[in-house]
């Protein structure tokens, strides 16, 4: 009997399952955690490598909660180029580092045209928009922690070339749909709820609806949204609707990013200016004619952690496309005007400014793509780019940029070259 006792504990302990390696020997898993969530995202690659547990934590839903709780976030750039008929979507992990390189990231199966594209959380959005010409409701989310694509809840009605935007966690999209029927009447607006996951109708004034928008901001609490004559202007604290003021509408042209409730664009002379809403004027941003080429009409802007962020296409020789950043910190001065400084990636650089250069060749394109097929799991952020449609500027190549960090979205949307910022 004694025997039988023994053999069973024996057998009991060898069938035991091993007890788990720390992530760091002699360091508890909660101090290990905090130290790898300190680490660049740049380099969780690398951290992958290291070892299964590693690779298991620097993909989970846990560790971008410790980077966010330990606010160790960085800014990503996302790119998304239109190549011929197709979408290709690439990340700048690290914007900050002179050596700018861009990852191949997944892209969505079927590329929708004219869609709405945000950032919020650690999301981002791409809404409606059309295949083979047919209006679509579908919303697709990307999540920059994983990487991955997912079907999000559908619109209440189909939408290209609408505009959207975020304002208190909520998701508001106006227009781009007709109003020949009961249906789409009442839904011309509608806002998203993340939390619940659901849409619902916003009331809007008949005489305000339009069908295509070609440009978005969200200013404070008011979403302002350009139509084809003229634009109208929600409040989302108070529910209140309006026509866009005459100078803001003459004045805006193309994608703008907003920066301390200052509405940024291209004029028709190639210069960037600000519209101050609270004046009621539109102002020449000043300091920066040196260091940027003339005449970027087909550029687009985005809000990087409070600067000024320019992306435009740089001349190409009909083989190869380059994309080029410069990231401007802009001020208010003391006589009430506009003045920006162009910083490079360590810091101000004074007189001329050389921004650095995205080379992309179709071949190397396609070289990516044929990689992602079998790097499908690599933990990297994207970026959005396509022709234009009432949204978004002009570019040769078509180009959209996104800038995600973990947890908050910064950026605002583009299509020919569109400007999207949020957090990793």
Not at 18 to 42: E, G, H, K, M
Not at 53 to 65: G, I, L, M, Q, Y
Not at 170 to 187: A, E, F, L, P, Q
Not at 225 to 244: I, K, N, P
Request: with cysteine.
């Amino acid at each position: 009997m004694a025997d039988q006792t023994t053999t069973s504990a024996a057998v009991s302990a060898t069938s035991a399952p091993p007890c788990p390696l720390p992530l760091i020997p002699n360091l508890p898993d909660d101090i290990s955690l905090q130290i790898l969530a300190r680490v660049p995202r740049f380099h969780h690659p690398f951290l992958s490598l290291v070892s299964k547990s590693w690779r298991s934590t620097v993909n989970s839903p846990e560790f971008f909660h410790t980077r966010s709780l330990l606010r160790t976030a960085q800014s990503s750039l996302y790119l998304s180029l239109r190549i011929d008929s197709s979408f290709h979507w690439y990340a700048d992990q690290n914007p900050k580092n002179s050596k700018r390189t861009l990852i191949v990231l997944p892209s969505i199966p079927q590329h929708p045209v004219g869609s709405s594209i945000l950032a919020l959380g650690p999301k981002i959005y791409v809404i409606g928009g059309s295949i083979n010409d047919i209006p679509s409701n579908n919303v697709w989310a990307f999540d920059c922690r994983f990487n991955k694509w997912e079907m999000g809840p559908k619109m209440r009605v189909a939408r290209e070339f609408s505009a959207a935007g975020e304002c208190n966690g909520k998701i508001y999209v106006i227009g781009g749909c007709n109003v020949d029927n009961w249906t789409r009447s009442i839904n011309w607006a509608e806002v998203f709820d993340p939390k619940t996951g659901l849409w619902a109708a916003i009331p809007s004034v008949i005489e305000l609806r339009d069908k295509w928008m070609h440009a978005s901001a969200m200013i404070g609490s008011k979403f302002y949204a350009m139509a084809d004559r003229g634009g109208v202007v929600y409040d989302v604290g108070c529910g209140e609707w309006g026509s866009v003021p005459k100078r803001l509408d003459l004045g805006w042209r193309g994608r703008a990013a907003v920066v301390d409730k200052v509405l940024y664009c291209y004029d028709y002379l190639g210069k960037i200016r600000g519209y101050d809403v609270e004046e009621d004027v539109w102002k020449e941003l000043r300091g920066v004619d040196k260091g940027l080429p003339k005449f970027l009409c087909s550029s687009t802007m985005v809000n990087l952690d409070g600067k000024l962020c320019v992306v435009w296409e740089g001349k190409g020789n009909g083989k190869e496309v380059d994309i080029m950043c410069a990231e401007i910190e802009v001020k208010r001065d003391a006589d009430g005007g506009l003045s920006g400084t162009i910083l490079s990636s360590e810091g101000q650089i004074p007189g001329e400014y050389n921004p650095m250069p995205y080379k992309i060749t179709p071949g190397v394109v396609r070289l990516l793509k044929s990689k992602l097929q079998n790097r499908v799991r690599n933990d990297n952020p994207a970026i959005h780019h396509t022709h234009m449609h009432s949204l978004f500027l002009y570019i040769h190549h078509s180009t959209e940029c996104l800038l995600h960090k973990n947890g908050l979205a910064l950026l605002k949307d583009v299509d020919t070259m569109q400007s999207e910022c949020s957090f990793e």
